[in-house]
C-alpha cells in the first residue's frame, strides 16, 4: 500500500479562498466602542478620584488588611479542606453514628448564609465568658455525692479572647466551607472504581490504608478543580467578616478610609482592583495544579499514548511486510 | 521458577486440601445465585470453573477471599474457616483487620485487571507488601523486579499501566498478586477483557505458574486451557455443581444434558 502512493505523483497542496467571518468583525466594532466608551467614562468622571484612590490603595493599614484577608483564606481553606475530608469519609462510613453526624453537620453549614454564620460566631461571647472543657453535670454530679464545690474542669480559656474578630471568622468560614468541600470530597471518592477498591482488599489493605493509598490519589484528580473554584468564592466570601466585625482584614480597610476620608465610592473601586489582582492570581495557581493532577489521565497525554501506539504498530506493521 | 521448590508437596492442615467449600449459599436480595456449592481443592491442583454466564462461578470466587459474604454453608481455606471464627460451636464475624489478614493469603486476578493506574508498574505490585510490612523497601523491590521478569515484563518497571497493553496489564496483575506470596490464587475470567491476540500471553503466565505447584482455581471460558493446565474441571449452572471431574474426559464425554449443550455452544 505505501509502495502505491509513494509511486503517483503527489496532488498539488489545495488552495481554496477561506470562509469570511463578517459577523465577527461586526461583533469587534460594537465592543470596541462600548470598551471607548467605558473608557471615557473612567477617564472624565471626576467621581472616581483616581490619584486619591492610588494614594490610599497602597498605605499600611490597607496592606495590612490585605496580610489579613490572605492569612484568613489560607487558614480557612485549611480547615475546610481537612475537616471536608474527615466528613466526606465519615459519610462514606459503614459507621451509622459517624455518617448521621457528617450529615447533619453539611445539612447545619450548607442551611446556614455565611453571613449569617459570620455574625453569629462573631457574638458567640454573648453565650459564654469562658470556654470550659469537663464532665458535663459536674457540679449536680457532686451535690449527689455531698460535695458541694466539685468540679470536673479539664481546661478552660476566656470566651472574648479566643473568639476575637479574627477567629470567629475564620471559624465560620473554615467550618462553612467544610461542608462545601465534603460534597466534593465524597464525589471524588465515589468517582474512583469499584474495582480499585476489590483489588486493594484482595491483596489484604485495610480500610484506611486504601483509603490513603488507592482511593484519595485517584479521587484528587476530580477535587482539585472544583476546590480551586472554592478557593475563589472563599477569597471573596473573606470579606464577609467585616461584618463579624474583624479589622485585620482588606474590605473593612477600605471602607474605613473610605468613611473616614467621606469618599467612599474610589475606596470600593479600590476593593475591586484589589479582589481581581488576587483572584488573578489564584487562577494562575489552579491552572497548574490542575496541569499537575491530570498526568496519565488527561485527554491531552491519552491522545499522545495513542499517538504512540499508532507510530510503533505502524512500524511494526512495515517491518513485518518487509520480511 | 524462582523459590517454589518444595510447596507443592508440603502437607497441608486437612491432608493435602488448600480450598474445602461446604453446602456455600448466597443470595442478592431475593435472587439465589449459590444454591449449595461443595467443592474440594487439593494443594497444588488447578481447578476450573466452568458454566454460563450467571451460573454463580464468579461469586463462588469472590466468597472463596470473602469478598461477597456467604449466607450459609463453611469455607475453609489451608484449614482457617474464612470471615468467621468458630468456638464453641458459635459463630463470630470476623473483623475487617482480621479478613483483611486472611486475604493476604489469597492473591486474586480480575477480569478487568484493575490495576492502579496512579502507580508505576513496579509501585503496583510492591505496594502491598511495603505497606503491609512484609517486607522491607529493598527486598520487596527485588523481589517485584523479579515477579515482573518472570510474568515477561521486565522491561516495564516504569510504565504505567495507561500505557500498556490488555494482556500486559493482566501480567502486572498477576505478579502484584503474586507479590503477596499467597498460598492460592483465584482467577476470575483473567482473558475475558483481552482482545483475541493476547490471550496467549497471559494463559501462558498462567500454565508456567501452575508447572510451579500454585494452587489455582481459575474462572474461564478457555477450554483448552482447562484441557490442557486443569487438575479439575467443575461445571456450574444455575447456582449448583453439575458436574465435576477431570477434564479431559468431562470435556470430551460430557455426562449431564446441560454440561453437553453448554460444551457443544462453545467448543
Known amino acids: 500500500m505505501s509502495a502505491d502512493t509513494s509511486g503517483r505523483a503527489r496532488p498539488e497542496p489545495i488552495k481554496a479562498v477561506p470562509v469570511r467571518h463578517p459577523g465577527r468583525w461586526a461583533g469587534v466594532a460594537v465592543i470596541a466602542v462600548l470598551v471607548a466608551m467605558f473608557v471615557h467614562m473612567l477617564v472624565t468622571n471626576s467621581a472616581f478620584q483616581w490619584s486619591f484612590m492610588v494614594d490610599e490603595m497602597f498605605r499600611p493599614p490597607i496592606i495590612e488588611g490585605l496580610r489579613g484577608t490572605v492569612l484568613l483564606l489560607i487558614t480557612s481553606m485549611v480547615i475546610g479542606i481537612g475537616l471536608g475530608i474527615v466528613i466526606a469519609i465519615m459519610r462514606l462510613s459503614p459507621n451509622p453514628v459517624l455518617r448521621g453526624v457528617a450529615w447533619v453537620y453539611t445539612w447545619f453549614f450548607r442551611a446556614v448564609p455565611r453571613l449569617v454564620l459570620a455574625i453569629l460566631f462573631g457574638n458567640l461571647g454573648i453565650l459564654w465568658s469562658r470556654l470550659e472543657f469537663g464532665l458535663p453535670f459536674d457540679r449536680q454530679i457532686g451535690a449527689l455525692f455531698g460535695l458541694h464545690d466539685f468540679e470536673a474542669r479539664l481546661f478552660g480559656f476566656s470566651a472574648v479572647d479566643i473568639l476575637t474578630g479574627f477567629v470567629a471568622g475564620m471559624l465560620a468560614l473554615g467550618l462553612s466551607e467544610a461542608a462545601y468541600m465534603a460534597e466534593i470530597v465524597r464525589a471524588g471518592i465515589q468517582s474512583v472504581d469499584e474495582g480499585q477498591t476489590e483489588a486493594a482488599q484482595a491483596l489484604g489493605m485495610s480500610r484506611a490504608q486504601i483509603l490513603r493509598r488507592i482511593v484519595l490519589p485517584q479521587a484528587m484528580r476530580v477535587i482539585i478543580p472544583p476546590t480551586g473554584n472554592e478557593t475563589i468564592a472563599m477569597l471573596k466570601d473573606t470579606s464577609l467578616v467585616a461584618f463579624v466585625p474583624v479589622s485585620m482584614e482588606l474590605f473593612f480597610q477600605l471602607k474605613a478610609v473610605g468613611s473616614r476620608t467621606f469618599q467612599p465610592f474610589p475606596m470600593y473601586v479600590a476593593a475591586t482592583l484589589w479582589y481581581l489582582l488576587l483572584t488573578s492570581v489564584l487562577l494562575v495557581g489552579q491552572y497548574y495544579l490542575e496541569r499537575h493532577y491530570s498526568k496519565g489521565f488527561g485527554r491531552s497525554t491519552r491522545a499522545r499514548q495513542r499517538l504512540r501506539g499508532l507510530a510503533a504498530e505502524s512500524g511494526s506493521t512495515t517491518s513485518g511486510t518487509a520480511q | ?267
Not at chain 2, 104 to 113: H, S, Y
Not at chain 2, 154 to 168: F, M, N, R, T, V
Open chain 2, 1 to 267: 521458577m524462582t523459590d517454589t521448590t518444595a510447596s507443592p508437596e508440603t502437607p497441608t492442615a486437612e491432608s493435602g486440601l488448600m480450598v474445602r467449600a461446604e453446602q456455600v449459599h448466597k443470595s442478592f436480595g431475593p435472587l439465589e445465585v449459590l444454591k449449595g456449592i461443595d467443592l474440594e481443592v487439593r494443594s497444588g491442583e488447578v481447578c476450573c470453573l466452568l458454566g454460563p454466564s450467571g451460573s454463580g462461578k464468579s461469586t463462588f470466587l469472590r466468597c472463596i477471599n470473602h469478598l461477597e459474604k456467604i449466607d450459609a454453608g463453611r469455607i475453609r481455606v489451608d484449614g482457617d474457616l474464612i470471615g468467621y471464627r468458630e468456638r464453641g460451636g458459635k459463630l463470630y464475624e470476623m473483623r475487617d483487620r482480621d479478613v483483611a489478614a486472611q486475604r493476604r493469603a489469597i492473591g486474586m486476578v480480575f477480569q478487568r485487571f484493575n490495576l492502579f493506574p496512579h502507580m508505576t508498574v513496579l509501585q503496583n505490585v510492591m505496594e502491598a507488601p511495603v505497606l503491609l510490612r512484609q517486607a522491607k523497601k529493598a527486598q520487596a523491590r527485588e523481589h517485584a523486579a523479579q515477579l515482573l521478569d518472570r510474568v515477561g515484563l521486565g522491561d516495564k518497571l516504569g510504565a504505567y499501566p495507561g500505557q500498556l497493553s490488555g494482556g500486559q496489564q493482566q501480567r502486572v496483575a498477576i505478579a502484584r498478586a503474586l507479590a503477596m506470596r499467597p498460598k492460592l490464587m483465584l482467577f476470575d475470567e483473567p482473558t475475558s477483557a483481552l482482545d483475541p491476540e493476547l490471550v496467549g500471553e497471559v494463559l501462558d503466565t498462567m500454565k508456567d505458574l501452575a508447572r510451579d505447584g500454585m494452587t489455582m482455581i481459575v474462572v474461564t471460558h478457555e477450554i483448552g486451557f482447562a484441557r490442557e493446565v486443569g487438575d479439575h474441571l467443575v461445571f456450574m449452572d444455575g447456582g449448583v455443581v453439575v458436574e465435576q471431574g477431570d477434564p479431559r474426559e468431562v470435556i470430551s464425554a460430557p455426562q449431564h444434558e446441560r454440561t453437553k449443550a453448554f460444551l457443544a455452544k462453545v467448543l
